[in-house]
């Protein structure tokens, strides 16, 4: 088999089982960069499904889908989410006919909730869900939801508490947030596959998604944080500059009353992962990352688009490789 990029630049046998953590649009591109550097049976994908919600009787999961879509290469880059060059008629009609249009729900799109709806409505569980829909769409890594389990997000903002998608969809994260509830914790488990993934990772990466609603609702599973202190670990962190690339992180940080940097980062994934990787813009943060006991790599850290993923996913992969000590 031709040497991997990985075989390559560190001329060691490259990993064959990676396991990534992953929420959102920025999980997803690094999976997907992941995904370029390493063979797809030596890479595992374990996404956030406490976002899914019921729409119109569907069960909708924002987060495998990004994940599913950015994989096959059929992600609309700039949203990150959704479909690429999808249409909405199934929308407009239906809000002619008076239903909701506030969550925009391409044509195409729609095929996977309808899918996905069907293969659940006959008892499947997402696990089964999820493999059929990555085989159909051409995914070569293995894409496995968290849990098999509800587990849902709930934002308590200072109006009360919201559902995840009318806080981040409809109210546009607008609400002032003072914590979250995972509607489920005390019963969800994650599934057999996740944590026999992590049980025998060479290398587990926490992607740069949101701490607090893409990553801890996957690292609370009973199983898992401990699973990942035990392995390898490294974590991208989602903060540049003191700014979230994307998506409401930094504003729920001030919120909480932390500052959004890479040391705040640090703070929250230590003593869950041995390092993690920066942004060059916040090697200033170096040395109180450190002391929190974590071995620190700095790199450009915005993925511009697939050669910029493929090159983060290179760094987080050597960077790993001397965290397992190799
Ligand atoms: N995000 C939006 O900001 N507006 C939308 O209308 C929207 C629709 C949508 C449809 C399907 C899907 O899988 C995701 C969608 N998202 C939308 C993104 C989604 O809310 C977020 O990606 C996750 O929940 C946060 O990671």
Request: glycine share 12%; aromatic share 4%.
């Amino acid at each position: 088999m031709a040497e991997t990029s990985q075989e390559r630049r560190t001329h060691r046998t490259p990993f064959t089982r990676v396991v990534a953590l992953a929420g959102g649009v920025g999980g997803a591109r690094l999976a997907q960069g992941l995904a370029q550097c390493l063979a797809d049976k030596a890479l595992t994908v374990v996404v956030n499904t406490a976002d899914d919600f019921e729409w119109l009787g569907l069960t909708i999961c924002p987060d495998l889908d990004t994940v599913l879509y950015t994989l096959a290469g059929v992600e609309n880059r700039k949203q990150g989410w959704g479909r690429a060059h999808d249409t909405v008629h199934a929308l407009a009609a239906l809000g002619q006919l008076g239903g909701p249009t506030w969550f925009r729900i391409g044509d195409r799109d729609l095929a996977t909730h309808l899918r996905r709806s069907e293969l659940l409505w006959k008892g499947h569980p997402l696990t089964e869900v999820t493999r059929v829909l990555a085989e159909a769409l051409g995914v070569g890594p293995r894409v496995l939801p968290m849990s098999d389990d509800e587990l849902r997000t709930r934002v308590v903002t200072a109006e009360g508490e919201l559902d995840f998608q009318d806080y981040f969809v409809k109210r546009a994260c607008e609400p002032r947030v003072v914590g979250f509830r995972f509607e489920g914790a005390e019963t969800a488990q994650a599934s057999q596959g996740v944590l026999e993934a992590l049980a025998e990772a060479e290398l587990v990466v926490v992607c740069p998604s949101n701490p607090y609603v893409s990553l801890d609702p996957i690292l609370g599973l009973p199983g898992v944080g401990e699973r990942v202190r035990n392995r390898p670990a490294l974590a991208v962190s989602p903060i540049i500059g003191g700014a979230a690339v994307k998506g409401p992180a930094a504003k729920m940080m001030r919120e909480l009353g932390r500052e959004p940097s890479a040391r705040e980062i640090a703070r929250h994934y230590a003593g869950t992962v041995r390092g993690l990787v920066i942004d060059t813009a916040d090697t200033g943060d170096t040395l109180e990352i450190e002391a929190l006991g974590l071995r620190v790599r700095a790199a450009p850290s915005l993925m511009r688009g697939p050669r910029g993923r493929a090159a983060l996913a290179q760094v987080v992969l050597d960077f790993g490789r001397e965290l397992a000590g190799g």
